[in-house]
């Protein structure tokens, strides 16, 4: 199967935005979840946004209140809005789709069945 392809990467200035997109259109599967992975230089890639059947959002405590993920869940395309943007955000982000029997597990790694390659995100002070 053709995996979820992730764009919109790139470098800002801490303060600034960047909006992701992840086209997963091409996956054949049944799904209700759609997330959005982070792999910085730490040790390990965490969840940081998810969306279940299209509406039920979770955010990671490091990006709630200045990120926004949404989806276009027709088309099975999903974005992040990232506002305020700062060093710590820098890493590569991580595209998913899977399906999910509860909203309280959609977003854990477990529960996805399909990556995209990941896109760089460089946020400078």
């Known amino acids: 199967q053709v995996p979820p392809e992730e764009s919109g990467g790139g470098s800002a200035q801490a303060g600034g935005s960047l909006r992701l997109s992840c086209d997963a259109s091409?996956?054949?599967?049944?799904?209700?979840?759609m997330g959005w992975f982070r792999q910085t230089p730490g040790p390990e890639r965490e969840g940081i946004a998810s969306?279940?059947?299209?509406?039920?959002?979770y955010y990671h405590d490091s990006v709630k209140g200045r990120f926004t993920i949404s989806q276009d869940s027709k088309e099975k395309k999903v974005y992040l809005q990232m506002n305020s943007l700062e060093p710590e955000d820098t890493g590569r982000y991580y595209c998913a789709i899977g399906y999910s029997l509860r909203p309280g597990t959609c977003g854990q790694e477990r529960e996805m069945d399909s990556w995209g390659e990941g896109t760089l995100v460089t946020v400078s002070s």
């Open positions: 091409q996956y054949v599967y049944t799904s209700n979840c």
């Open positions: 969306i279940y059947s299209g509406y039920l959002t």
